[in-house]
């Protein structure tokens, strides 16, 4: 009883050790696909001020032709860049009182001129 008893357990032993090992390789392989958000958005295309003072509004109209407007804290920066090329990073946050779909601005960066 006691060689086969132990013969036993140690392969069991091995057999939880692999198990515990495959979860922590497969919780690890895992994490990297959690840090992406639902509704997060990456777009590319030309920055403008729409709409009209003292109502305006930072925007992005894409090669295709659709336009977001663009919310959040780096506004005053967005402004400053009208004209210019950005992809930009962000979470959609619905819809503005003018009816266009918003990102809130996460991080920016300038491209170069197609």
């Given at each position: 009883?006691?060689?086969?008893?132990?013969k036993?357990?140690?392969?069991?032993?091995?057999?939880?050790?692999?198990?515990v090992?495959?979860?922590?390789?497969?919780?690890?392989?895992?994490?990297?696909?959690?840090?992406?958000?639902k509704?997060?958005?990456q777009?590319?295309?030309?920055?403008?001020?729409?709409?009209?003072?003292p109502?305006t509004q930072?925007?992005?109209?894409?090669?295709?032709?659709?336009?977001?407007?663009?919310?959040?804290?780096e506004?005053?920066?967005?402004?400053s860049?009208?004209?210019?090329?950005?992809t930009?990073k962000?979470?959609?946050s619905?819809k503005?009182?003018r009816g266009?779909?918003?990102?809130?601005?996460k991080?920016?960066?300038?491209?170069?001129?197609?």
């Amino acid at each position: 009883m006691g060689i086969t008893f132990f013969k036993m357990a140690r392969r069991n032993l091995r057999t939880l050790m692999a198990g515990v090992l495959f979860l922590i390789l497969l919780g690890t392989l895992g994490a990297g696909s959690m840090r992406m958000d639902k509704g997060e958005i990456q777009v590319t295309g030309r920055i403008y001020v729409m709409g009209h003072e003292p109502f305006t509004q930072v925007g992005i109209e894409l090669d295709d032709g659709q336009v977001y407007a663009l919310v959040g804290e780096e506004d005053k920066k967005l402004r400053s860049l009208q004209g210019k090329r950005l992809t930009v990073k962000g979470k959609m946050s619905g819809k503005t009182t003018r009816g266009i779909e918003a990102i809130e601005v996460k991080s920016f960066k300038i491209v170069e001129p197609k």
